[in-house]
């Protein structure tokens, strides 16, 4: 939930979605994104690693 709480803060997310089985997230977005600044907010979190 952390993830998706994240995401949905981040100015261009449409969605988030999160399998937690799989590990794996999809996040749906606009044109102008900025993956790098969300990939530092989620490891910020703690417990997460992003790959891209």
Known sequence: ML???VC???PGVKSC?????TGKTVIEHEGKF???KLKKE????????VQL
């Open 17 to 21: 979605v999160v399998d937690f089985k």
């Open 3 to 5: 993830i998706e709480e």
């Open 34 to 36: 900025d993956l790098k």
């Open 8 to 10: 949905s803060e981040m």
């Open 42 to 49: 989620i490891e910020a979190l703690g417990e997460y690693k």
